[in-house]
């Protein structure tokens, strides 16, 4: 009989273990449910680790849990998206040069870097509603870089900082998870220094505005942190690990084709390669959604692809994560959290996604079943058990389930079938148009300026020059053809003209005059999605009033009464999070304040049906189209 580290490795390698190794990540669901006392009565008062040993489970130890420390040092450096935890067998030491200084408050955290050329801080905060969600990080405030100043003083920073290793706690690690997983370790959440910027030192909708507006000081920050990069990956690689964690999170609009091939493939191919010649493997944690990038990841070295999370959560279906990658990469994870939770998915639902799952990873090689992310808080507990239990049953290798069944039509990528808009090109306003295009905000406002002293209708300026554009923009993103740094750099030159317009169109009439409230949900941290909504809609001549994440009931609520809006708009990306769309409304309702207002949902997790079974009025699923929606909730 394996040990399940045994099993795990051999799948890693691309062997045939005795049967299919299940990993189940469980923290969300854990850190919630212990938090709130509901844990299964047979488990109250355990650890997640003795859940899962008790469970006959493999442990779970590929992300680390980063509330959880020994020492406040030991996730201090959170705001610089660096950490120094068991997990990472490596401190982060600073020079003296760089004083640093932290207030810790109740909920919030506030660490200053001072240095001889300035200073930059980073704050992080945690909430009741975090909490009672399971959190496992903190959300930040205020990001390290606010300003194009800050770029310079953070490559001091990181100039600054020495990686030195601590095999000694790594292996005490190591030695506690046993035979009963493998530890991995964690070498850098960001796989590259360029995406360490995106991932963790800006808030992300900046990111795209940086990335364009400041190459410069970028790439000389980007060199400033590969001194600490070449440092982790030396540390890492001469390691006691057999597998290390090298990047996190890809996902085809935010780590977009292009991006991914230029700034991050290098680097974790790299990355293997350093690894692979100490003996190591690596491993990713590929959570997002692949669809665009499937071809990029397979050729950028990793062994193992972690958190893949298929159909229907996104849009590769598993079968075609093992004809595309299988043959290369070790496939962990492939049951999407959705699956766990009556609210997202029947018991019928759930056992039939297993009998295909069987089905399509056959015969089994390069496959460590595992949840994808996490199990959400209000996941079936007895799903994961029963999906064990099969895996026990069924799951000895290699797989009898039959052959492989080729990808069926209908589940073919929806996006590749449809057509992206044309441009109607208006000679009179071209210029106008190609601004938009290319989003070039420093020269549109002068452009209209001309256009309007030479007396065009500032109406047509605004309808036939910018806004015909930004919709062909918003078609082009719902068809994968653009990607957001195009959407919001011509959104934002939008915004530029409009700021020269308004006082014109004042006199005029607007197209489109509308008062819109926008916020993320409580409980709910995503802001990427909505940023780009509120983006298109301020384009578009919307008003938009944006509450922000993590949003409460009430809160909506009293700001529908106190501003009265014609569309309040309601973003979640969990699917845990969902449910609070209801309760505005409901909330709406109680307060007598419905029928003053039209609701419009939006979010990877929703759908038109979802809408309509809450009592939205619209649904949009993506920024362009809320544009679309919103319009035809005015009239
Ligand atoms: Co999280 N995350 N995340 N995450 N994250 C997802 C959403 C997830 C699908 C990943 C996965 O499991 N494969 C999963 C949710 C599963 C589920 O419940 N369905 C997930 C999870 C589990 C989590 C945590 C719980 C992880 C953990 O702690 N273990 C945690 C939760 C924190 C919390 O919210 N309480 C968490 C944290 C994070 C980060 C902080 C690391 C980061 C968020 C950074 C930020 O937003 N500032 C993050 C990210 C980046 C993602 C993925 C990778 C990307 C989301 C995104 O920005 N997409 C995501 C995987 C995925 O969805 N592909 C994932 C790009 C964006 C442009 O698309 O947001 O869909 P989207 O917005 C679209 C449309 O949906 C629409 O228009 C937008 C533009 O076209 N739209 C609207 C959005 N809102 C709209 C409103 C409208 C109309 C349209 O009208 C009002």
Redesign the pocket.
Known sequence: MMTHKERILMAARGEMPDILPYVPRF??WYNANAYADTLPDEHKGRTADEIARAEGWALHKVVPELLKVETPEENLHRGLGLYSLKENGYWVTFSPNVDIRVQQEKDTKKVEYHTPIGMVSVTEIITEE?RQ?G???TWFEERAIKSVDDYRILKYIFENIEIKPDYERYRKWQADVGDDGVAIQMGAFAPSPLQHIQRDLLE?TDFFYHYNDFQKEMQDLAEGIEHVYQQLLQVTAESPAEVVLWGA?Y?D??TYPSYFEKEIQPYLQKASRTLEENGKLMICHT???NRGLMDLIRESGLHIAE?V?PYP??RVRIEEYYQQWGDKITIFGGIP??LLSEETASEEDFQSYIDHFFKAVAPGSRIIVGV???T?PNAVFDRLRRLGDRIQKEGRLPLEAGAFRPVAEAGMDETAKRVAPEIAEDKDFKIIQDDVLKGNHQGIPSHVREMLDQGFNPNDILNRGMLSTMEVIGGR?STGEVF?PEVLLSARAMNEALKVLEPYLAKEKKEVSGKFV?GTVR????????N??VTMLRGVGFEVEDLGINIKIEEFASKVADLKPDIL???A????TMPEMKQIIDALTERGLRDKVKV??????VNEKFAREIGADGY????GA?VEVAKQLLK
């Open positions: 923290d969300l975090m969600a959190a496992s990080i992300a999170n996902d609009m935010i959570d997002g959604e958190a999370c959560m996104m959290q959705s994808a992310d996490t959400p993103f957001i926008i409980g709910d941290l995503h802001d990427i999605g909505k780009m909504v708009g309601l973003s990306l969990l699917t845990t419009m949902v939006g979010g990877a997790p949009a699923p993506d920024a809320s």
